[in-house]
């Protein structure tokens, strides 16, 4: 179905009672619904956005479209948590009711100010002549819960240099500072962050872009990021039209990192090393990452991509959200490991230790749709080691570690419907390890594979039909195995 932009730009009170529940019901019979997924009710899904802890709870909000799969008026959506695994829907947060967000609540961040939490978000609004003029607001959410939209933006218009696309605040603190980094387009058609300083978040200076080497890589950085740990800054970009380079940036886009040394945010120079992408896989995009009150750096990314349809999109809804990461930053690297309260999930378990010869190989209770499994892989005296899952006569998805190319590589040509397929249907990185060990989280129409505690990590949404069920080991040569399935009860 071809949405007009009339279609698009409806808001939910402008449809009938009936009408919307209709959607909902056509949205709960498909059979890809995740189950332990932050996933919308209707419609769909984009960015995380003001991810945070305020008021003894973990806050994720999101870009929602609720009439449909498509991009349409956004509004925020709002889920709380105490465990980061149980989400509570708390419904609409942020409506696009004013001037200058007629036509999109567009995605922001969140910081906790004077015992409220402060979400600074982009104003999306456009004239007759569909001419776009974004700016950044602010809305304050108080310990009930209740939002208070400011009625002006406190960012009016993008800097002189700046074309249109000036979006995706985000806001943090240093000492008594608050600074707020903001995706750009320059006039000369290149990706950048500006940034700007304030003592109060609504009285905002210019402060110039920040002076990254990482230059002539793409026409729009959207969804900027920057958190500093052990000595070290962390700059998180989503960069729009980078070319592939090798195996890399296979994506439609990308979303990556730059490591260095802390920003001083006097001169904003940034010295920092090779931009890396944080996802290997298929769909990963627009990601944010929160300090908990453990002190953690916690990240989620949306499980999407601009421009790529998604299969359940026929069920009226699209997308969801990865599982949350706890990010450590060693060396120049950033690693991930899924947060470790996804183990309260667990449930009935299957161990088995052996060695595999030159075979593929099934075991008893080990199988499933939604589940999460640990492979270790050691002793490698082998060509590839790999597994597969989702398998029936059919279907697979395949992952494994090519020794002699130094790869690693994930393989959803066998997967079941898909979308995207013109970008490719395998992904690989370089990889280089006497030992594999794989913690893979499947939920019904997902996966998810951190590699080595956290070094690589691969996701893809994957459309396999519900009786695809198996999952095998395979070595061509000899290793030794041992793995643990455990069943996820959500
Ligand atoms: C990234 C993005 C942001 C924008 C939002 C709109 O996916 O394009 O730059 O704020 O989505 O939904």
Redesign the pocket.
Known sequence: MEWTREQRYRRIEDVSKEEYEALKRQVSECPYRQTYHNQPVTGLL??PNGFSYFNGEYHLFY?WFPLGPV?GV?YWYHTTSTDLIHWKDCGIALEPDQSFDSH?V??GTAIEHDEKLYLMY?GNSRDEDWVRYPTQCLAVMDKKGEIYKYPEPVIKAAPDNVTEHF??PKVFKVDDTFYCLV?AEMDNNQGTVVYYESKDLLNWNYKGEVKTTFKGNGFMW??PDYFTQNGKGVMII?PQGMEPDGDKYQNIFQSGYLIGEEIDWKEAVFNHGEFTELDRGFEF??PQTMVDPQGRHILVG?FGL?GIDCVSDENGWAHCLTLPRELQVVGNKLLQKPVKELQQLRGNRVEVNTQLQNESKSFIGFEGTVYELMANFTSLDAQLVGVKLRTSQDEETLFYYDLRNKKLVLDRSKSGRTCGDEYGVQRKCDFDSNKLTLQIFVDTSSIEIFVNEGEEVFSTRIFTKEESTGIEFFVDGIANLETTIWELNK
């Open positions: 984009n960015d870009q991009h956004k999109g567009f995605s982009t979006r995706d995706g959207e969804c989503s995009y627009a949306w601009p």
